[in-house]
């Protein structure tokens, strides 16, 4: 499974992070990717953050 983050915003300053419902950081990125490889979280809900220039964007999505 791989995850896909659209539009590719290509900024030095984007960070990507992965977190469970609980809070608990599963993956944290500061460099320009498009994808997270989630072949290997089990099945459940996850959170993931964008943050570029002080904004943040989160989103849930269920890994089945």
Do not use: W
Request: proline share 3%; hydrophobic share 40%.
């Amino acid at each position: 499974y791989i995850l896909l983050l659209l539009p590719n915003h290509r900024s030095d300053d984007l960070q990507i992070e992965l977190s469970d419902v609980l809070g608990q950081k599963l993956y944290m990125a500061k460099q320009n990717t498009n994808y997270i490889d989630i072949s290997n979280l089990p099945t459940g809900v996850y959170l993931i953050t964008c943050t570029n220039a002080g904004i943040n964007k989160t989103a849930k999505f269920v890994k089945q």
